[in-house]
């Protein structure tokens, strides 16, 4: 410690030495006194610093005029929000007008195959510089999106570390294909998959990131075509910049807690309950023959404090003259989940070069990035059955009647599991072992020519790759519960899947402008290759004594592959940048379908109509200085039908290769070979979309924002639908037949309610009001069709909690009535008898029209520095949204029947609430009185920071910063968490037991130099 | 340099241009994915093909047995075996069930509707798909030259005809498939005398025509005496199906089955172990059996399902005790507590030492009738649906083998090896014996019919009939064929299955039974999603 701090002395006297050697030599000052002012007069508030000295500066009056003192000869930096810096000699008196930063409408936006100046742009399209995105910790680039971008609903994961986020732009447009977004990197369209890990996005490393962009309509995505439906997010990653090498180090260090969790009776609770409940019976002596005397608490069990760290470092300039952009960056990450046995490293590798050759005219782009990706995944039914499972049973055992590996769990007198009884949460987590890791690369190189004598036209060839690699394995220990309820001694699966996706991709770019026209017009083709290929080997030692070879399972490899290919064109025409208009048009292949539906073409239009840049605003004396209305529609498609359907076109004969499904033939056994449906007329699904917009900036931009409205339809909707028996190898085929419409309006304001030049204030908010209806689901279509039963069961046997029907949101809950007493109590096994024929049966069901899809979603940020302190918060939320509370159901009586099975179960204290004892009936598990108000308001994080510079000549930066994440929520749910994820991939709102997502308390410390 | 940058371009466009629109005729990758005509150009891939029809009786999915390769919301219980023996048995009185599931609910109380349940849809479906694959594969194969095409052509059109069959019985007037309906226009119906037209002609065919039937296969193959069994049993119900009697039809089928290399198995129990396809005895009197394996052929239907589906942990222990297995064995792999036999049922067995709340199986089974395989461990007499301890619980089938192996604690595979009897001898004796009682006026003393049902009572240790009525036989064949899917055509056949005067325990839903069932639910409905997707079909009276 003392070494250190010697050091740090002996660079500090220099420094201190040199400031009094330099007040001696500058002694020399001037006071300037000076008006700034612009078109219209004083600018109030502009920021005068001396040049090179920061630190010396002031602002203007309320009469745009400033007072200084600098020495002489030095040069006054005059900044305003919305102008062109100005730089002026010092002297006693000066005048300087401030000139409108055109630059600032000029800033550029990525967008598919191209890029478009902000001020030109037609379409529907927000776009986010990831440095305005200023969060506590952030492993994935899903969460920086969360909350930011009006119209896109981000449902983060649950607490596993390898769950992945689902995002919706503009709520679903499908029903069974991808309902996910294009994820566009660097110009290399992915996979709807994550190739091993949770997402497309989780393959970047987030501090990689410069920008995202975000195209809504179809006017902007309809240039993506049949992948285009539901929206497309491009991301692009940092280059070099700069002249000489410069660092970035990040690091941050998080720990995580469950913030709640479920309230179970503890094992005294338990015991008294019963003795209570069960007083006089002869079910009381059942029940305490299989109880024990422990107080155990599974939930303390299964939890822990997590702990997870980011580190990052890049390197990054400008090399060779200035000819070689650079950047080069590693990251790392490991991210613990409050569930034990849950974790996930990631490895983020990736290196970018940006040269340039003649005198600018080819300029190369070459990026290279890799990860390293190692999870491993817990077991999330322990979640439910550290509910469940008996609190008067000690957590670990020896006696064989009664655990299996250690672990205490119901066994029957035979000694095998008892599977109808719940499973020790412990040994759920702890005898399996199910993990996997990950290579992935990905990169690609763009090579942009400007032809030589006629710069006007710029061809770009881009060639991309993306490579993954995955292996894994899933094991259940040898002679645990779970490999004896498994029916197997032990079981140990291994696989591995390999991904690629080729790209190559070539458009040329004219882009001129003749006095007030200007043009822009842009051709190309793209061709894509997916492949995928799958390896499984299993191996069972379920039989004593027999050679473990017999029972090696390796099923065949599993490869898939598609192609698409596209031709594509876009025409950008603006008339003295008051009136733009933009068409374009994509035709696409897939060979996902029959060579008679293969093409489809996807045509765009939109206007635009700079207001703001018309005479009579721009010279009248008005706040205005932007407003622009935006007009569009678009035809977009989705082809992504799911990797389960990549050949659904044709007849197709499979031989099977299972072990486990052979036919006794002769002397032996043999497999079989199949044909399997198929239906010859499957196409993708095509999404229709108008779009009305309006941008606006007052006040030099100081309140800005936009209003979109939107409506789309999409056709040929897959479903699942019933074909007439005797004419297909199966009842029901993946058809197109259906109609969806969703429509909403969407916002975004910007308030910069502090601009000074050591304080800054900023406010965004941003909110979607959104309905989606089922317009047409079948072939012929029937009036009293019910519609399409869905939805994950409330009870042990098949059921459906909700319907797809025609004129309502998807997944529209479908449930019974409950019926309450004078006092608001809910009667149990009473439900109201609707269609009054005397008794409660499927026909007392009704359509409740409410669904989990929120009505209105929003977030909202804040920014707020002063001199070298930062301070920042990010929340989001949703209204209108209701979820089915099955865990609530689960609890809701304290009936059991278990001991009559060899088991018993605990029970939640909520079933004391409800005083119900009686055996839930069919029709009461799916009441009701179980979907609740799934409004929520989140506040994702606060954050504060503070950043050193000026350590000596050291010309670094370093920001120390400390966040909470997730810190409160505030919602009328009574379940764990409002914000529910997929069940089995479907977003129908029954809340199972979720992993509980954790608070995180963060440190944060940034190096730049 | 322009030139050369220009022409690069226009190269390298025009080639990836060319190349690449031809990939989009993309081919399945697998080696295991083929099309029909590199499926069948081997007898081998004939054979799989033909395996494949064989596993539509008793797979879910050519995968494994979580997985089903039609439509369903439970892949378990969506196989052919399971929910035949369902609609069979549990409609009428010899399989209750106390599971909520609404397929048994509405079996249970003859509520069915035309909106499919679990068990109509596994049936109907399982049984248009298999007919929908034959098809498929007669066409695929017809005018092949491959030696031995002929027979497997035979045994695919016998599979054909069973499904069809089942149809009939179950479903009276089912849409009628051919070659012409595979992707491509609406099947018709043809009445329920038009499908049993066509099946005797089909089924002489397979006995006598170009393209016949084996007169003996490689167990569970079938042979010529399937299709000759399977027309005995048409004729014998030919009344319930066309309205015209073929009473001596009947005789003459199942005499020329009696006459065939089949014999019966000496010791009745073995025909339900998990060994009955590698036991000869048990073998020779299997006619059309559906295999199934432990390892090799997985079903959470078929034998499993009954295997496990009926007892609870006590009388699982009762009867392994009772056959003298160790201390704390189970008779049953998984005990599923579902499946009961009302006391109604049971008392034609004529138990001996009968006894209710003891802590054995409850009846002296040395002195009762061999077939008998019953417990009522901690039961009640009267069968309540609501209660799982009521009733008896059977164990017919079961996880022993006939060695004296019990495959339920050494061994940890769920599944059952026990082979699903379609149709054996013993059938074709009773079929006999009921034809010539029928003909001689509802009593038969004739030599050949008593000899039949003696050597069937002899097998079950009980007493010769010097006469037999056809009451009498149909007691008998609730003795001899229990669980084995007879039942609800054997109660139709006799008028009994409506009558307010043969009651059992929630017969229409009722407690006690007593009540007249809608002549319409002699058959099921056809599933409403077809009746909407198909125009040309008529829904059957009454649904």
């Known amino acids: 410690m003392k070494q250190v701090n010697l050091r740090i002395y002996r660079m500090i006297l220099p420094l201190i030495l040199g400031l009094f050697l330099s007040v001696g030599v500058y002694a020399q000052n001037v006071t300037v006194k000076g008006h700034v002012k612009d078109a219209l007069g004083g600018v109030i508030g502009a920021s005068v610093v001396e040049k090179g000295n920061t630190t010396n500066g002031t602002i203007t009056d309320l009469d745009g005029n400033f007072s200084l003192s600098v020495p002489k000869g030095a040069t006054l930096v005059v900044s305003f929000i919305g102008y062109k810096t100005q730089e002026v000699a010092a002297a006693p008196s000066v005048v300087v007008t401030l000139q409108e930063d055109s630059e600032l409408l000029d800033e550029v936006v990525v967008i598919g195959y191209g890029v478009a100046k902000k001020n030109d742009m037609t379409g529907s399209v927000t776009a986010i510089k990831a440095e305005e995105i200023n969060r506590g910790a952030i492993s994935s680039p899903d969460q920086m999106l969360q909350g930011k971008v009006p119209g896109l609903l981000v449902t983060p994961a649950s607490g596993d570390p390898t769950g992945k986020a689902t995002i919706r732009i503009r709520g679903a447009a499908s029903l069974n294909a991808s309902n996910d977004p294009l994820i566009v990197i660097d110009g290399i369209p992915m996979t709807g998959d994550g190739a091993g890990m949770g997402n497309p996005l989780a393959s970047v490393n987030p501090n990689d990131i410069e920008s995202y962009t975000v195209l809504k309509d179809a006017s902007a995505t309809a240039i993506y075509g049949s992948r285009a439906s539901n929206g497309v997010i491009i991301i692009t990653t940092k280059k070099g910049t700069g002249d000489k090498m410069k660092v970035s180090y990040s690091s941050s260090y998080s720990l995580k807690q469950n913030s709640s969790t479920l309230d179970v009776m503890t094992g005294d609770q338990y015991r008294s309950y019963v003795a209570e409940a069960y007083a006089g019976t002869d079910r009381l002596a059942k029940i305490q023959a299989l109880m024990g005397d422990a107080n155990t608490d599974w939930q303390d069990l299964i939890y822990r404090t997590a702990f997870s760290t980011d580190q990052n470092v890049s390197l990054y300039g400008n090399t060779v003259n200035g000819k070689l952009p650079y950047r080069a960056s590693i990251g790392y990450n490991y991210d613990e989940a409050t569930l034990k046995v849950g974790d996930n490293q990631r490895v983020n590798m990736s290196i970018s070069l940006s040269p340039k050759f003649f005198q600018d005219h080819l300029s190369l782009n070459l990026n290279a990035k890799g990860v390293y990706n190692k999870a491993n995944y817990p077991n999330s039914g322990a979640v439910g059955s550290a509910m469940d499972f008996t609190p008067t049973l000690s957590p670990y055992s020896d006696d064989p009647a009664s655990s299996c590996n250690g672990y205490t769990n119901w066994l029957s007198t035979d000694g095998s599991a008892n599977t109808m009884a719940s499973i020790n949460p412990l040994s759920q987590l702890y005898d399996p072992n199910n993990s996997n890791s990950t290579w992935r690369s990905m990169g690609n190189a763009q090579i942009d020519y400007k032809i030589h004598g006629f710069e006007e036209l710029r061809l770009n060839l881009n060639l991309g790759y993306d490579f993954a690699r995955t292996t894994g394995h899933e094991y259940n220990t040898l002679g645990s519960i779970l490999a004896k309820r498994n029916g197997s001694e032990d079981y140990n699966k291994q696989y591995a899947t390999q991904n690629s996706n080729l790209l190559l991709e070539f458009y040329g770019n004219y882009n001129k402008e003749f006095g007030v026209h200007h043009l822009d017009v842009m051709a190309g083709y793209s061709w894509q290759h997916f492949y995928k290929k799958y390896d499984e080997s299993k191996y069972y030692n379920n039989e004593i004594g027999v050679s473990p070879d017999n029972l090696y399972v390796m099923n065949p490899t599993d490869r898939k592959e598609y192609y698409l290919v596209s031709f594509f064109g876009r025409f950008n025409y603006s008339l003295d940048s008051r009136y733009l208009f933009t068409f374009s048009l994509r035709d696409d292949a897939s060979s996902r379908f029959h060579k008679d539906n293969r093409w489809g073409l996807f045509p765009s239009a939109a206007l635009a109509w700079n207001v703001a840049e018309e005479s009579f605003l721009k010279e009248a004396d008005t706040p205005i200085s932007s407003l622009k209305l935006r007009l569009g529609w678009g035809k977009t498609g989705q082809q992504d039908i799911g990797d389960d359907h990549l050949y659904d076109y044709m007849a197709k004969y499979t031989q099977s290769s299972s072990l486990t499904t052979m036919i006794p033939w002769g002397d032996g056994y043999i497999n079989t070979l199949a044909p399997g449906a198929y239906n010859k007329n499957i196409k993708w699904e095509t999404t229709e979309t108008w779009n009305i917009g309006l941008d606006f900036g007052f006040l030099n931009g100081r309140i800005n924002g936009s209003v979109d409205a939107y409506l789309r339809k999409t056709y040929d909707l897959l479903n699942y639908v019933t074909v007439p028996m005797g004419t297909n190898f199966s009842n029901r085929v993946f058809s197109n037949v259906g109609d969806m419409e969703n429509k909403g309006l969407e916002f975004s304001l910007n308030f910069i309610p502090i601009e000074k030049q050591d304080m800054r204030w900023t406010i965004n908010l941003n909110g979607t009001f959104q309905q989606t209806k089922i317009k047409k689901l079948n072939e012929f279509a029937d009036a009293n069709d019910l519609g399409t039963t869905t939805g994950t069961s409330m009870s042990s046997n098949d059921g459906y909690t909700s319907l797809l029907r025609v004129g309502y949101t998807p997944y529209t809950y479908y449930l019974y009535q409950q019926a309450y007493d004078e006092n608001g109590k809910p009667l149990e096994n009473v439900l109201v008898d609707r269609n009054g024929d005397g008794k409660i049966s499927s026909d007392d069901r009704y359509v409740t029209g409410k669904s989990i899809t929120p009505k209105f979603f929003f977030g909202i940020g804040s920014q707020f520095s002063y001199k070298k302190w930062d301070f920042g918060f990010n929340a989001h939320g949703s209204l209108g949204g209701y979820a089915l509370n099955k865990v609530a159901k689960n609890n809701a009586t304290s009936y059991s029947d278990d001991y009559g099975k060899g088991y018993i179960n605990n029970l939640s204290t909520y079933c004391l609430k409800t005083g119900w004892t009686e055996s839930l009936s069919e029709f009461q598990q799916y009441s009701d009185m179980f979907l609740e108000n799934a409004s929520f308001f989140r506040m994702d994080d606060i954050n504060v920071g503070y950043t050193f510079d000026k350590f000596a000549h050291w010309n670094g930066k370093i920001r120390v910063g400390a966040s909470v994440q997730n810190v409160f929520t505030i919602t009328k749910y009574s379940g764990l968490d409002p914000e529910l994820t997929p069940n089995d991939g479907k977003f129908d709102g029954v809340d199972s037991n979720l992993i509980p997502r954790p608070r995180l308390y963060t440190i944060r410390l940034n190096i730049n130099f | ?543």
């Open chain 2, 1 to 543: 340099m322009k030139k050369i940058i220009y022409s690069l371009a226009i190269a390298a466009s025009a080639l990836t241009f060319t190349s690449c629109l031809g990939d989009l005729d993309t081919l399945p990758l697998n080696e295991t994915d083929k099309t029909a005509s590199t499926s069948y150009n081997t007898l081998e891939g004939l054979e799989m093909g033909l395996a494949y029809i064989y596993g539509s009786y008793s797979l879910v999915s050519q995968n494994d047995a979580g997985s089903s390769d039609i439509s369903v919301s439970d892949a378990g219980q969506s196989e052919l075996v399971r929910q035949y023996v369902v609609l069979n048995e549990m409609s009428v009185d010899a399989l209750k069930c106390t599971w909520g599931d609404s397929y048994i609910t509405e079996t249970q109380n003859a509520s069915w509707t035309s909106a499919s349940n679990a068990a109509t849809v596994a049936v109907y479906t399982r049984c248009m798909v298999t007919i929908t694959r034959v098809n498929e594969y007669l066409a695929q194969t017809a005018g092949s030259s491959i030696s031995g095409v002929a027979q497997l052509r035979a045994e695919a059109r016998f599979l054909r005809a069973y499904a069809y069959w089942m149809l009939m019985d179950l479903y009276g007037n089912p849409p009628f498939a051919t070659e012409e309906n595979i992707s491509g226009g609406y099947p018709e119906q043809i009445g329920r005398d038009g499908v049993f037209n066509w099946l005797e002609k089909e089924l002489n065919d397979l006995l006598t025509g170009s393209e016949q039937l084996a007169s003996t296969a490689d167990y569970p193959r079938v042979s010529k005496g399937a299709a000759q069994a399977l027309l005995a049993r048409m004729f014998l119900n030919a009344e319930v199906y066309t309205g015209k009697a073929r009473l001596e039809d009947a005789k003459q089928a199942a005499a020329a089955v009696i006459g065939m290399n089949y014999s019966l198995c000496p010791v009745y129990e073995q025909l339900f172990l998990q060994d009955n396809s590698e036991n000869a005895n048990a073998r020779n009197e299997m006619i059309f059996a559906i295999a199934y394996d432990r390892d090799k052929t997985q079903s959470w239907g078929g034998t499993t399902h009954l295997v496990s589906g009926a007892l609870d942990d006590a009388n699982s222990k009762a009867v392994a005790a009772e056959l003298g297995f160790p201390e704390g064995s189970m008779i049953s792999r998984e005990r599923w507590n579902g499946y009961h036999v009302p006391d109604e049922y049971v008392s034609y067995f004529d138990l001996q030492g009968v006894e209710w709340g003891g802590s054995g199986i409850g009846y002296d089974r040395a002195a009762s009738d061999k077939r008998a395989f019953f417990s009522n461990v901690g039961c009640e007499q009267a069968f309540d649906k609501s209660k799982a301890e009521t009733g008896w619980r059977c164990w017919k089938y079961s996880s022993r083998d006939s060695q004296g192996k019990l495959y339920s604690t050494e061994d940890y595979t769920k599944f059952s090896s026990a082979d699903f009897p379609m149709i054996r001898l013993a059938e074709m004796y009773l079929i006999y014996a009921e034809a010539q009682a029928r003909i001689d006026g509802g009593t038969t003393t004739d030599a050949a019919a008593l000899g039949y049902i003696n050597a069937l009572r002899a097998r079950a240790g009980v007493a010769a009939q010097s006469y037999v009525d056809t009451d009498f036989i149909l007691a008998e064949r609730a003795r001899e064929l229990m669980w084995e899917g007879h039942r609800r055509t054997d109660l139709i056949r006799y008028g009994y299955f409506t009558s307010m005067q043969f009651p059992w325990p929630y017969k229409g839903g009722i407690p006690n039974g007593k009540v007249a069932i809608p002549s319409y639910r002699t058959v099921y409905p056809l599933l409403l999603s077809d009746i909407t997707s198909n125009p040309n079909l008529k829904q059957n009276t009454g649904y």
